[in-house]
């Protein structure tokens, strides 16, 4: 679960907030890769992200929630939001039905992808940023997701780089499955939350 904010790392946190309210891209450590991440209502940190990663526009990106109550309105299904709630925050991205409260470009295709890092500098640029933030991994597309901070400045991307707090990246991506209307489990990406926790939970067991 979630640590405490290291302390000294708050004006860090305003820096980079107002730099996503500004349109810019931020880098952030979370519990399993180095992110990228760019605010939800800005244009313009949108595209900037896209053009960063070199990413295929109609790829979707993520959307990184601080909890619970901010990733049940984007979906169609919030019952499967409830179901996995205990696996939340960590590492699971859990792609579903978009409602209409999300917004069409983090979207594409009727389908949003949700996740709830569980580490303590994420946690705190998402609260500082109303809760909700579009991400992706922190590389250049087709290069492998920067697992410390030396990687990710190492690529070279010129974003603001947070600290992550003495809390390293794990560097094992989240896993990553799709559930429907009709509520049939699909795996796009085995990472490091085991699927079989995840199917449990859908089916009402606790692994």
Not at 85 to 103: E, F, K, N, Q, R
Not at 165 to 176: C, L, N, Y
Request: with cysteine.
């Amino acid at each position: 679960m979630n640590t405490p904010l290291p302390s000294g790392a708050s004006p860090q946190i305003t820096q980079a907030a107002a730099r996503l309210a500004g349109g810019d891209v931020v880098g952030y450590p979370s519990e399993t890769v180095w992110g990228l991440a760019a605010h939800p209502a800005s244009p313009q940190g949108l595209a900037a992200l896209f053009t960063l990663k070199g990413r295929d526009p109609a790829k979707p990106v993520q959307v990184s929630c601080l909890d619970v109550a901010h990733a049940r309105p984007l979906t169609r299904t919030p019952e499967v939001v409830d179901a996995l709630a205990g696996l939340w925050p960590g590492p699971l991205t859990l792609v579903v039905p978009a409602s209409d409260a999300c917004p069409p470009p983090l979207a594409p295709g009727g389908w949003v992808g949700l996740r709830l890092p569980d580490h303590p500098v994420a946690s705190a640029l998402l609260a500082a940023c109303g809760g909700l933030l579009a991400t992706t991994s922190l590389n250049p597309a087709g290069l492998p997701a920067a697992r410390t901070h030396a990687e990710a400045e190492g690529y070279g991307l010129g974003v603001f780089l947070l600290p992550d707090g003495g809390v390293p990246a794990r560097g094992e991506a989240s896993t990553v499955v799709r559930v429907g209307l009709e509520g049939r489990l699909e795996v796009l990406r085995d990472g490091a939350l085991p699927v079989a926790e995840v199917r449990a939970r859908l089916e009402g067991r606790r692994p």
